[in-house]
């Protein structure tokens, strides 16, 4: 068992009811996580998850399955209201007030990545009920004795379920700064081999320090090997079985660091470490791919190494410039290359 990787599929909810679940991956129990973390929430058909906040992280949310009614308070008493669904995604701001509220006849599922190794929250019923009753009162003009009922405990409820109708505005499908149509939009990454779509400043506008990939690889592609300068990376599969080599500091048999996972799991890559994404089945893999920047950029090897001359590359590889490969020497990187070769054991 790799250091890099968590078997998410296998860990527990650590809060889980009728109405629905959380399942967090921070630091505390996976400890190879820097500045990032990933929460798996499943929430009932008819329930909701509060109204809460993260003093100390942005939430960036991917719907895996399911319909949801994302609603946002945030500064400038600004209000958002905006349906998501299998395929799309939200942002909540750090600090902003919102909630999910499953609005479809299925459980809804959803994976929240967050720029912070131990994202904390302040859920609307706690931070209610942590007030005296008097105070409540006042905030809205109302006796004592009319607010009694209210709840008076600090503990949050995390989820509950809807007591009235599902009320979804006409404006629910408008475009929103908050909501992104990743699965809709065309491939950065488009070949026979797989593809890949993105979420990231440049093209929403509304992320600050997080970005995604979402990525696909036949059973006939493999992602090349490849080192990202400036961001860290944390994966989650979804569908299919790959395999990972991640190099690490260092130049014995404990710095190569390969692992196989599939779908509920996911890894993590430290900054500027070198690794690749291997389909070792013949369906399609499917991953998302979370960054700790806005933009996520990287350096590969097809186009990295093709920077250098055979003269120089040869000797670094190990031979001379007459026996090395006639390897293509492209201006730019492939990224998801033909894995020609079988899969080795």
């Known amino acids: 068992m ?6 998410l599929s296998t860990l527990a909810p650590q809060d889980q009811g ?8 921070t630091a505390s129990n996976f400890p190879a996580l820097e500045g990032m973390s990933l929460y798996k929430l499943s929430i009932e058909p008819g329930c909701f998850r509060e109204p809460h906040w993260h003093p100390n992280a942005d939430e960036m949310g991917y719907c895996t399955r399911g319909e949801v009614l994302v609603t946002i308070f945030s500064s400038g008493n600004r209000h958002d209201v905006f349906r998501i669904s299998a395929g799309q995604m939200y942002l909540a701001p750090s600090g902003s007030l919102h909630a999910i509220e499953n609005i479809g006849k299925e459980t809804a599922e959803i994976v929240a990545a967050f720029n912070h190794a131990e994202p904390e929250d302040f859920g609307l019923s706690g931070s209610v009920g942590c007030f005296k009753p008097e105070v409540i009162g006042n905030t809205w003009g109302l006796k004592t004795s009319e607010v009694s009922m209210v709840t008076q405990t600090p503990k949050d409820i995390l989820y509950g379920r809807s007591d009235g109708a599902i009320e979804v505005p006409a404006t ?15 491939p950065l990454i488009a070949n026979e081999y797989g593809s890949a779509r993105i979420a990231r400043a440049d093209l929403w506008p509304a992320l600050r320090s997080q970005s ?5 690889i036949e059973g006939t592609g493999m992602r090349e090997p490849h080192w990202h ?6 994966g989650y599969c979804i569908a299919g079985r790959s395999r990972m080599t991640i190099k690490l500091p260092g130049d014995g ?13 996911m890894y993590f890559i430290p900054k500027a470490y070198p690794h690749h994404i291997e389909n070792l089945g013949s369906d399609e893999l499917r991953f998302l791919v979370f960054f700790d920047r806005a933009v996520g950029m990287d350096i590969g090897y097809t186009g990295g190494i093709a920077a250098f001359p055979r003269r120089i590359v040869a000797p670094t590889l190990g031979t001379t410039a007459a026996a090395l490969p006639s390897y293509p020497e492209y201006p730019a990187d492939l990224l998801i290359v033909a894995k020609s070769n079988p899969v080795g054991i």
């Open 2 to 7: 790799s250091r890099h990787c968590f078997r």
């Open 18 to 25: 009728p109405c629905g679940g959380r399942t967090a991956v």
């Open 172 to 186: 629910a499908d408008y475009p929103n700064p908050f909501k992104f149509p990743v699965e809709a939009m065309p």
């Open 212 to 216: 995604m990939f979402s990525l696909r």
């Open 229 to 234: 300068p400036e961001t860290a990376e944390m």
């Open 253 to 265: 048999p404990e710095s190569i660091d390969t692992y196989e996972f599939g779908p509920g799991d």
